[in-house]
Structures are given as structure tokens and as C-alpha cells.
């Protein structure tokens, strides 16, 4: 063959291939910008089916934009979004435990969200909502939802050993010492991190915490090591469940509803998720005046977060807009334990005509604090703290009958550690 | 005089073996040369996985050694391997040794056997939970038919690691039962007859024939067992999350929490060399009494 006839010939090959190119580039310049939305597992398996639907509902009306839905379980939750961040792969968007959004906007992962604040206006969101997502005078995500954790009793066991619903600490303990016995428990709890949330929820009732209001680690300030000691005293009446100890949350959670145990701690929307014949014998507590005849309980404000890695932060952002203005039918579809951060979503019948999530709007949540009580606002360190094992160990301690001298210390030295950073 | 080096270049087939050798040299160092290399660069840093911080020597190392953590962790994981090693060691070897005599049914006792190593961790797990999680479980409601008190198993620390060390025996000794019977069967049946007709007593057999004859493949499976053992994530957490109050913890769990739950990493990883080194301490000095004689 000569020479000419081979240049030839290339060029030709050269000139197909820049037309294959240019093609697909046009291409490429048509497809839709591809989202991914890792979302948590919620509640029960109706809710990843609901927000599934709102995602394909998005997915319709924007055409340029296609956003893949992904529901992340809980277990490992924290390994998985810093693997996926530490490789480079985060997602674009994220629903997220309570604190991972301050933890991860001080580790310059996600993009602060002070602009949809604005465009959507911060009289918007229940009152409390939006101080648990600012930090460094950023919103370092959206709230979504309120996570409010307060004890639930049984009616049936209640009424079976002829008692009232206890009003304060000393009403609860008489209350839990009298209906003990034959295999059934005044208190049920777990070990894991569900588990220290007795600890939060006492200690604030008695208005204190992890932290006095200088930001000091107060495990052992008079007001929390009297909420310890009234737990330590319900182990000593033999009312705590001794499985509690080796129990996982939802463990705790099948106990009660098994009718062994009349209280728990857990969120107002949870009786939805007992057996329909149990529904009706579940209720909620008062909030209990404390041993200072205080009241209080914790709540978590769970948020939706926009990474850095995200190609594409302004269409996000959109989505993340949309979201949260077309996000009701994961409340009313999804039936999750907690309630939506929107105020005009609480006004739904869903939510005003149900007696528990209506009780836990009116009365818990302006009684609400998260972790960071009595310090307020957040900060990254509460991330650590939240799934620190030394409060599981803690608990599981103070579920064993070890003398709070004993059990405390570490767990304040931990705390220490942790604020130090 | 020719180098080493020179002969070994020269000899025919070198670049031949070199070509032929590479894929695998090259996998052999991104799957474990390359995150080896990261990890101890971790040990030596600060900082998280999301951030990581600087060099700081061996400053991980030295807060680790002086944790009390690590050594209730290291306590848990020799005594965990120990037992495990143990257990499964004996039990593995009795039942080959009645599958070796032949029983009857062998065939369908050697699958049931199996069943506890093929069935998955997750299931295997959750399913002993059940039987043992709480007063109505089915272990106390045999307890409590013969008129004894329930045990809050997975309450108590004693209770928790016993319950621990029976769940990996229960799934490690159908690996050693099916090494071991292997073993058996390839022992000289001449050895036997000769033992038999020096006047030598079933006990005398086992003890002067079986065993020797076995004596390799046991130092190699106990090696396994131990490096299984000591890495094993599964069981402790699964069962008990490494409680309670840390009662089950091990090496490996630690280097999780310190790497996930306080994120920083270079705890983490200098928890899992410190891992290795003992471990191939361990399996150095197993070698060495394998090839005595």
C-alpha cells in the first residue's frame, strides 16, 4: 500500500472518530445531571417506599435533573458516610444523624445552607429547630425533623396494679417498684445508644446535661448525678429489666410492646408501630417534674446536608429546596416516630388529629433540648459524644447496679477528652 | 567472581519469569502492600479519616500502650483465641475421630455438623441472641422448667464472654472436625497393625500413633484458628457490641471505635499493626515448633 493511501486512510479513521466524539459530547451535554440522595432509614419500610415516590415525582418534573434515591441503614452509619467522603465518593445530598452536618461542616465536607434559610424564610421552622444547625454563624444544614424522645407507658399494666400515671420522679419510682414482678418490669431500656438516651432525657428533665452553660463537661455536676442516681435507685428496686443491659434498642422497644415492661423511653409516633391490638394501651407520660421539680426531655433535630464533593451545588440545592417544600408524604406515608421541622407540615390533619404527635408538638417540644443543654446551639464535638461508646458503657454499667463513683469518672474524663480537642 | 546479582540476571528464563510473575507481584502490592503502607502512615499521623492530620512518630502507639482499653481488649482477644483454639481443637478432633470409627448415620452427621460454619454470621448470631437474650428466652425457659432462676446472659460480664467463646466454637469446630478427619484418614493403617501387634492399648494408639501423626496439620490449623479468632469482628459485635462494659471488646473492635466512633484514625490503625505484630510474633514461634522434629 503507499504511504498517501495509508495518511489517507487515517485521516479518514481520525475524521469518523472526532464525529463518534462530537456526538456523544452532544450527547452528554443532553443528559440529565445525575443526583445521588442517601437518605436514612427512617422508620418502619413504608417510609424509603414514600421517598422513593417523592424523589420519582422530582425526577418527572425536571427532566434535566435525575436524582438517584438510596436508603442507607443505620448500623455502621458513621463509617459509611466518612468512607464515602474519604474516598471521594460522597453523595450529592444527605439526610444524617443529629450531629454529623456541624461535624462534617468543620471538617469542610458539606456546603452551608444560608441562602435556602433565607429564600425560605427561618420563621419557617419549629423555634429551636434552626439554632441546633447553626454553627460559626453558618446553617450548616436544613432542618427536617424533630426527634423527641419521652417515656410512654402501659395503660393495661398501669390499670392492672390499680396505679396512677406518675407525675413527678418519686410518683414514677413508687409506680415502677409496684408493678414489678412475674417476669413484668416498671422500666425497660437497652445498652446501645438508644439506652443512653435515659441518661439525656433525666438529666435534662432535671435541667441539666452533659454541659453546664459555660460548655464545661457536667456529668458530674449535683443536677445530672441526681438524674444518674435516680436511675441507679429504679435498678436497686429491681423495676429496670436486667436484660436491658445486653438489649439493643429494638429489643427494648418488643419487650414493651410484649406488655413486659410499662415504660420506655422512645419517640411519640412509636405506639404506630406496636401490634394494632397494643396501640390503644400505650400513652404518653406528662412531662414528670424531677427531683428539682424541673421539666425537660431531649430532642434530636435530624437535618438534610449538601456535600462539597457535589458536582453540581446549585441544582442540589434546588432539589434540596424542593425537597423540603414537597416532603409530606414521607410524614404521612412514611409514619416515622418523629415529626416534620416545617411548621406549616404540622397543621396537616395527619399530625393535628393525632393525639400523641399533637401532645409531643404542644407540650414536649417547647420543653425540648438537645445534648448540647445546657451549653445550646451545636458544635462538632457533639457528634462524637452521640455515638461515643463510653456512655454505652455507661449505661450499661448503671443497668448493671455499678456504683455511680465508680461509673462516672471515666465516662466525665471522656467527656473532657472529647471537649479538648 | 561473579555477584549475585549477575547470577541470578543471567540465569536462562529470568526476564521470562519476571513477565510471567508481574500481574501477581502487581496485585499482591495493591491489595496489600498499598493499604499496609497507608495504614502505617495512619499510625504515624494525627488527624481523621475526613481530615487527616500530620506526622507525630510514634505518639499513637505510645498513648495506646498506656490505655488501659487496649489491654482489657488484648486480655479478652488472647483469652478468646485461647479458649476458641481449645475448644473447638477438642471437640473438632472427638467427633472425627468417632467419624473415622464410622457411625451410624455418618453422612448425615457429617452435614449437620457442618451447618454451623456454612450458615452466615449475621444469622447464626442473631439466632443464639434469641436463645439466650432475656429471661423468656429459650434457655431460661428450659432453666426455669427445671426449676433454676433465669440468667441474664448477655447482662453479666462472665456470662457475656462464655457466651461469646461458645458461639465461635460452635461455628469453628466443623472446619477442624473436617481438617482432622481428613488427617486421620491419610495415617498409615500399617502404623496401627504394627502398634497393635507390639501389644499397644487403643489409648497407647492414639497417644503414640494419631497424635504425631497429626501433629503438623494440628499446629497449622491452630494457627488458623488463632489468626480467626483474633481477628474476629463478628461474633463479639453482633452478640453484644463488645459489652458489656467492654467485657468483650477485642483488639479489632477497638481499632473500629477508635477509628469510627472517635474518628481518629491513626489510633485505629496503630491498634491493628500492634494487632499484627503479635500475631506474627505468634506465628513465627508456630512455625519454628511445626518444622522441629
Given at each position: 500500500m503507499k504511504p498517501m493511501s495509508i495518511l489517507r486512510i487515517l485521516n479518514a479513521k481520525f475524521a469518523l472518530l472526532g464525529a463518534f466524539f462530537g456526538v456523544s459530547t452532544g450527547l452528554a451535554t443532553a443528559a440529565p445531571i445525575t443526583l445521588n440522595f442517601w437518605d436514612m432509614?427512617?422508620?418502619?419500610?413504608?417510609y424509603a417506599v414514600a421517598a422513593q415516590k417523592i424523589v420519582d415525582r422530582y425526577n418527572q418534573e425536571h427532566p434535566n435533573v435525575h436524582v438517584v434515591y438510596r436508603s442507607v441503614p443505620w448500623a455502621n452509619w458513621f463509617s459509611t458516610f466518612t468512607t464515602a467522603v474519604a474516598s471521594g465518593s460522597a453523595p450529592d445530598i444527605s439526610t444524617g444523624a443529629g450531629f454529623q452536618a456541624v461535624y462534617f461542616f468543620s471538617q469542610d465536607v458539606v456546603l452551608p445552607v444560608d441562602d435556602l434559610v433565607k429564600e425560605i424564610g427561618?420563621?419557617?421552622?419549629?423555634?429551636?429547630t434552626l439554632d441546633a444547625c447553626r454553627y460559626q454563624g453558618h446553617y450548616v444544614s436544613l432542618p427536617w425533623g424533630v426527634d423527641i424522645r419521652l417515656f410512654l407507658y402501659r395503660k393495661d399494666i398501669l390499670e392492672a396494679k390499680g396505679q396512677k400515671v406518675p407525675t413527678t420522679w418519686d410518683e414514677f419510682r413508687a409506680v415502677c417498684k409496684a408493678v414489678a414482678g412475674n417476669g413484668v418490669y416498671g422500666y425497660v431500656s437497652s445498652g446501645d445508644s438508644a439506652g443512653v438516651h435515659t441518661l439525656f432525657v433525666t438529666s435534662i428533665n432535671n435541667g441539666?446535661?452533659?454541659?453546664a452553660k459555660d460548655g464545661k463537661?457536667?456529668?458530674?455536676s449535683d443536677r445530672t448525678m441526681e438524674a444518674l442516681q435516680f436511675l441507679a435507685d429504679l435498678v436497686k428496686d429491681g423495676?429496670?429489666?436486667?436484660a436491658s443491659v445486653g438489649y439493643q434498642g429494638f429489643d427494648a422497644v418488643a419487650s414493651f410492646f410484649q406488655g413486659k415492661a410499662a415504660f420506655l423511653i422512645e419517640?411519640?409516633?412509636?405506639?404506630?408501630?406496636?401490634?394494632a391490638d397494643v396501640r390503644e394501651k400505650i400513652g404518653i407520660l406528662p412531662p414528670m417534674k424531677s427531683k428539682r421539680g424541673d421539666i425537660g426531655t431531649n430532642y434530636w433535630i435530624n437535618s438534610v446536608m449538601v456535600y462539597k464533593?457535589?458536582?453540581h451545588p446549585k441544582e442540589t440545592m434546588e432539589f434540596l429546596k424542593w425537597w423540603s417544600d414537597n416532603e409530606k408524604p414521607v410524614w404521612t406515608d412514611g409514619h416515622m416516630a418523629s415529626f416534620p421541622a416545617r411548621k406549616d407540615l404540622l397543621k396537616d390533619p395527619y399530625f393535628q388529629d393525632n393525639p400523641n404527635y399533637k401532645y409531643a408538638i404542644d407540650v414536649y417540644a417547647p420543653i425540648s433540648k438537645t445534648i448540647?443543654?445546657?451549653?445550646g446551639g451545636t458544635f462538632p464535638e457533639l457528634n462524637e459524644i452521640d455515638g461515643d461508646a463510653a456512655f454505652s458503657t455507661l449505661i450499661q454499667q448503671l443497668w448493671q447496679g455499678k456504683p455511680l463513683n465508680q461509673i462516672v469518672p471515666p465516662a466525665e474524663a471522656r467527656l473532657e477528652e472529647i471537649m479538648s480537642h | 567472581m561473579k555477584g549475585f546479582g549477575t547470577t541470578v540476571f543471567a540465569k536462562p528464563g529470568f526476564t521470562t519469569a519476571v513477565i510471567l510473575l508481574s500481574p501477581s507481584l502487581l496485585l499482591v502490592a495493591a491489595v496489600i502492600a498499598y493499604p499496609m503502607a497507608l495504614g502505617l502512615k495512619y499510625s504515624l499521623s494525627s488527624g481523621s479519616l475526613l481530615r487527616p492530620g500530620g506526622f507525630i512518630g510514634l505518639a499513637n502507639y505510645v498513648k495506646l500502650l498506656n490505655s488501659p482499653n487496649f489491654y482489657n481488649a488484648l486480655q479478652f482477644s488472647v483469652g478468646f483465641a485461647v479458649a476458641n483454639i481449645a475448644g473447638c481443637y477438642t471437640l473438632g478432633l472427638g467427633i472425627a475421630l468417632l467419624m473415622q470409627k464410622g457411625v451410624p448415620g455418618q453422612g448425615v452427621f457429617r452435614v449437620l455438623f457442618l451447618l454451623p460454619w456454612i450458615v452466615p454470621s449475621l444469622v447464626a448470631v442473631v439466632s443464639w441472641r434469641w436463645l439466650?437474650?432475656?429471661?423468656?428466652?429459650f434457655v431460661n425457659r428450659i432453666i426455669k422448667a427445671f426449676g433454676g432462676s433465669p440468667i441474664f446472659f448477655l447482662s453479666t460480664s462472665g456470662w457475656a464472654i462464655l457466651i461469646v467463646i461458645l458461639i465461635k466454637i460452635w461455628r469453628s469446630f466443623p472446619f477442624m472436625m473436617l481438617s482432622l478427619l481428613a488427617a486421620l484418614q491419610s495415617i498409615d493403617r500399617n502404623l496401627y497393625e504394627a502398634a497393635a501387634i507390639d501389644g499397644a492399648t487403643p489409648r497407647q494408639m492414639f497417644r503414640y500413633v494419631t497424635l504425631p501423626q497429626i501433629r503438623n496439620i494440628s499446629i497449622v490449623l491452630c494457627l488458623m484458628m488463632m489468626i480467626w479468632s483474633v481477628n474476629d469482628f463478628d461474633t463479639p459485635w453482633l452478640l453484644a457490641q463488645g459489652g458489656p462494659?467492654?467485657?468483650?471488646?477485642?483488639l479489632v473492635i477497638l481499632a473500629y471505635r477508635y477509628t469510627?466512633?472517635?474518628?481518629?484514625v491513626g489510633m485505629g490503625a496503630a491498634t491493628s499493626f500492634v494487632t499484627l505484630f503479635g500475631l506474627m510474633v505468634l506465628v513465627f514461634f508456630l512455625l519454628r515448633l511445626q518444622r522441629r522434629k
Open positions: 432509614q427512617w422508620g418502619v419500610s413504608e427561618e420563621d419557617a421552622f419549629v423555634p429551636g441539666s446535661g452533659l454541659f463537661p457536667a456529668l458530674t423495676s429496670v429489666n436486667p419517640g411519640p409516633n412509636m405506639p404506630a408501630q406496636a401490634p464533593q457535589s458536582a448540647a443543654a445546657q451549653k | 439466650v437474650g432475656d429471661e423468656s428466652a462494659a467492654n467485657a468483650t471488646q477485642n469510627f466512633d472517635r474518628n481518629d
